[in-house]
């Protein structure tokens, strides 16, 4: 998988970037570029600005990285497919500038877009494996997405070296939280079940459409704290996120298979496209 970094300025001095790469201060957020900016832009900026807000450094106006990002996206060069048609996973990281210790102010931001031209599609047997670590339910970082993604990095390393495609992670508690990129869903009746924002949950902006979208049609969703051991018989399972959207998992640590009756999934599946304006 290839990787493209642009920058909203010149870099020829790492030590710009020095507070991002030494103590891990920045913010980052994650999109699907479909021919367009995603319609929902403004949710991703909106936490954007929170983090920043929270780490203490510069938040560029929303306009500023709106207009950056249509530029560099549109100046990308490739021949890749997913190019030509503008089909992109695009990332925007603010970094961070300022003092040498760890405890001395960032004083300026740089802006960085990546662009990933690789297919979208995900292959169509997804699995999960239990997290080695827990993670904490009380951590304060859990409401932000930042440049520190360790946790992440390790448990998916683990979840690949052991055959499965990626990790879900418990917490303290030994409750069913999050994987490592994305809020996690099941299906049981005619209920839809993920855990609540308590157990440590990110509050995913897919995550937010898709309670939207029950409550439209009606479709109950029950938020809460369960045990792996509690999601018995699902009729589906599935992870979302704001690169990919829905991806449907067929196995939950070799003890979990989905039922796939697909009552309920096709229907959240749809009207999520719809409104990502995918379809």
């Known amino acids: 998988m290839k990787e493209f970094l642009y920058f909203d300025k010149k870099v020829t001095d790492v030590s710009k970037l020095n507070r991002t790469l030494m103590f891990a201060e920045g913010a980052f957020e994650t999109f699907r570029y479909k021919q367009k900016l995603p319609v929902h832009l403004n949710r991703h900026l909106d936490r954007l600005k929170q983090t920043c807000a929270f780490l203490g450094i510069k938040f560029p106006s929303d306009f500023y990285i709106e207009t950056t990002i249509e530029k560099i996206v549109q100046d990308h060069v490739s021949d890749h497919f997913n190019n030509v048609i503008k089909d992109l996973i695009v990332k925007i ?3 961070s500038q ?17 662009i990933k031209e690789e297919d979208s599609q995900v292959k169509e047997s997804f699995s999960l494996t239990l997290s ?15 440049t520190n993604y360790l946790a992440s990095i390790r448990e998916k390393k683990i979840a690949q070296s052991a055959g499965f495609n990626d990790a879900l992670f418990v917490n303290e508690k030994n409750i069913v939280v999050e994987t490592t990129a994305g809020n996690f869903f099941w299906i049981k009746g005619s209920n839809l079940f993920t855990p609540s924002l308590e157990t440590g949950a990110l509050k995913g902006i897919t995550r937010g459409l898709v309670l939207e979208i029950c409550k439209k049609n009606k479709i109950r969703v029950v938020e809460g704290e369960f045990e792996p051991g509690a999601i018995i018989f699902p009729e589906a399972m599935f992870i979302t996120n704001s690169a990919r959207g829905i991806i449907e998992v067929e196995n939950l640590n070799n003890t979990t298979i989905p039922t796939k009756t697909q009552k309920l999934f096709p229907l959240i599946k749809s009207e999520l496209f719809k409104v990502l304006e995918w379809t």
């Open 93 to 95: 990281a603010l970094f």
């Open 132 to 146: 080695e670590s827990p993670v904490s339910s009380f951590d304060i970082f859990n409401l932000h997405k930042t």
């Open 98 to 114: 300022g003092g040498a210790s760890y405890g001395d102010n960032s004083e300026e931001t740089i802006l960085c877009v990546s």
